[in-house]
């Protein structure tokens, strides 16, 4: 593909999926996006609206309050110490990071952007816009010379795959012999459901056990959208390396990207409490618990999932077959063609709609399994 040329929005094609779904008897339920429908929280709100006295240009880095509250956040909830201001950067949402990491590292034609098999679309097109070649691989052996950049997303969206320590490490490790920036994105590292990750934390590409004493081309983004239901905030972060982070923040000065001061201070307000991330959790898992064994009673398979928003799940055929199912029963899914090559029997199923809406889908798939 052509530098600067774009594909066709992919999601354009559910269009008739959704308009069968629309036709049922109970309403359409909507598990195509993973977008948060819970109330985003009273303290956040709170926040938000008390600085909203917003006169004077934000910086891009950040408020030292912010930064702190990053720094402080990393300690206590993924094992990250040491990190310092210079460490950390606040960013507008994280696709935008995510879309936008290529140019601001000032990679181009010739220049080799790796990504997971089962990916979301935006690492491929921040490759796109400035002429990189993307390439969909979990191989570390498989990564070519001309490898600049690689992305890591763990837990995994859409799989729900965690990578371990031992795993972290060994793509760092080749990462750092081909003089590549790695970075991990890691927004849903709160969301762990099973084996280990059901009691422990799901591991951080900058935990001392992958990095050691040195964090060298090595960041990890995170987005509060998941977490605290602030997908509408644009609220996100990245840490990691301060000479990468250096060089980001300098482009991202030149171009005026800055996260706005009001949600500066509910960035700070949703760090520094913990009690409405565990509630949201619980709300994922009770409806997790209810969809998961509706599928597999219907005839799915749920293949990793272990953490994360979403199931992964096979009918194994075609994911469009399954889609269309699914679009029979008013269940809106995601087909696995959507996130690369190599699933294409998979769908994806968000977590992220109402308890009622949840039921209704787990009975939907429970009927059509006895039918």
Same mark, same amino acid.
């Given at each position: 593909?052509? &530098?600067?040329?774009?594909?066709?929005?992919?999601?354009?094609?559910?269009?008739?999926?959704?308009? /069968?779904?629309?036709?049922?008897?109970?309403?359409?339920?909507?598990?195509?996006?993973?977008?948060?429908?819970?109330?985003?929280?009273?303290?956040?709100?709170?926040?938000?609206?008390?600085?909203?006295?917003?006169?004077?240009?934000?910086?891009?880095?950040?408020?030292?309050?912010?930064?702190?509250?990053?720094?402080?956040?990393?300690?206590? =909830?993924?094992?990250?110490?040491?990190?310092?201001?210079?460490?950390?950067?606040?960013?507008?949402?994280?696709?935008?990071?995510?879309?936008?990491? $290529?140019?601001?590292?000032?990679?181009?034609?010739?220049?080799?952007?790796?990504?997971?098999?089962?990916?979301?679309?935006?690492?491929?097109?921040?490759?796109?816009?400035?002429?990189?070649?993307?390439?969909?691989?979990?191989?570390?052996?498989?990564?070519?010379?001309?490898?600049?950049?690689?992305?890591?997303?763990?837990?995994?969206?859409?799989?729900? &795959?965690?990578?371990?320590?031992?795993?972290?490490?060994?793509?760092?490790?080749?990462?750092?012999?081909?003089?590549? +920036?790695?970075?991990?994105?890691?927004?849903?590292?709160?969301?762990?459901?099973?084996?280990?990750?059901?009691?422990?934390?799901? $591991?951080?590409?900058?935990?001392?056990?992958?990095?050691?004493?040195?964090?060298?081309?090595?960041?990890?983004?995170?987005?509060?959208?998941?977490?605290?239901?602030?997908?509408?905030?644009?609220?996100?972060?990245?840490?990691?390396?301060?000479?990468?982070?250096?060089?980001?923040?300098?482009? &991202?000065?030149?171009?005026? !990207?800055?996260?706005?001061?009001?949600?500066?201070?509910?960035? +700070?307000?949703?760090? =520094?409490?913990?009690?409405?991330?565990?509630?949201?959790?619980? /709300?994922?898992?009770?409806?997790?618990?209810?969809?998961?064994?509706?599928?597999?009673?219907?005839?799915?398979?749920?293949?990793?999932?272990?953490?994360?928003?979403? !199931?992964?799940?096979?009918?194994?055929?075609?994911?469009?077959?399954?889609?269309?199912?699914?679009?029979?029963?008013?269940?809106?899914?995601?087909?696995?063609?959507?996130?690369?090559?190599?699933?294409?029997?998979?769908?994806?199923?968000?977590?992220?709609?109402?308890?009622?809406?949840?039921?209704?889908?787990?009975? =939907?798939?429970?009927?059509?399994?006895?039918?």
């Amino acid at each position: 593909m052509a &530098r600067g040329e774009l594909p066709d929005y992919p999601w354009d094609l559910m269009a008739p999926f959704r308009e /069968r779904a629309a036709v049922h008897p109970d309403g359409v339920v909507d598990l195509s996006i993973g977008s948060p429908v819970d109330p985003t929280p009273a303290l956040v709100r709170e926040a938000l609206a008390n600085a909203t006295d917003a006169h004077a240009y934000p910086q891009t880095t950040g408020t030292d309050e912010l930064r702190g509250a990053i720094i402080d956040w990393f300690a206590r =909830r993924r094992g990250v110490t040491g990190l310092t201001a210079a460490n950390v950067l606040p960013t507008v949402g994280s696709k935008e990071l995510v879309a936008l990491l $290529p140019f601001l590292l000032g990679l181009g034609e010739g220049d080799v952007v790796v990504h997971p098999r089962a990916a979301y679309p935006s690492y491929e097109m921040g490759a796109v816009l400035v002429g990189a070649t993307a390439m969909a691989s979990d191989d570390p052996a498989e990564w070519p010379a001309a490898t600049k950049l690689v992305w890591l997303n763990s837990p995994g969206n859409p799989d729900g &795959r965690v990578l371990t320590i031992d795993e972290l490490r060994a793509a760092r490790d080749r990462a750092l012999e081909l003089d590549a +920036i790695i970075v991990g994105d890691e927004c849903y590292a709160e969301l762990g459901w099973e084996g280990e990750w059901a009691d422990a934390p799901v $591991p951080s590409l900058l935990d001392p056990r992958v990095v050691g004493d040195s964090r060298r081309n090595t960041i990890v983004a995170y987005s509060l959208s998941k977490q605290s239901n602030m997908a509408g905030y644009r609220t996100a972060f990245i840490a990691g390396c301060r000479t990468v982070i250096g060089r980001i923040t300098t482009v &991202r000065k030149h171009a005026g !990207l800055m996260l706005p001061q009001p949600l500066q201070a509910a960035m +700070i307000a949703a760090l =520094r409490d913990d009690e409405h991330v565990a509630e949201q959790k619980e /709300r994922y898992r009770a409806r997790r618990e209810l969809l998961k064994p509706a599928l597999e009673a219907a005839g799915f398979r749920v293949d990793r999932s272990e953490a994360g928003l979403y !199931l992964w799940a096979t009918e194994g055929r075609d994911a469009w077959d399954s889609i269309g199912r699914l679009a029979d029963l008013g269940i809106v899914a995601g087909p696995g063609h959507f996130y690369g090559v190599h699933h294409p029997e998979h769908v994806r199923l968000s977590l992220t709609a109402t308890d009622e809406r949840i039921s209704a889908a787990a009975e =939907r798939l429970r009927a059509a399994a006895a039918a």
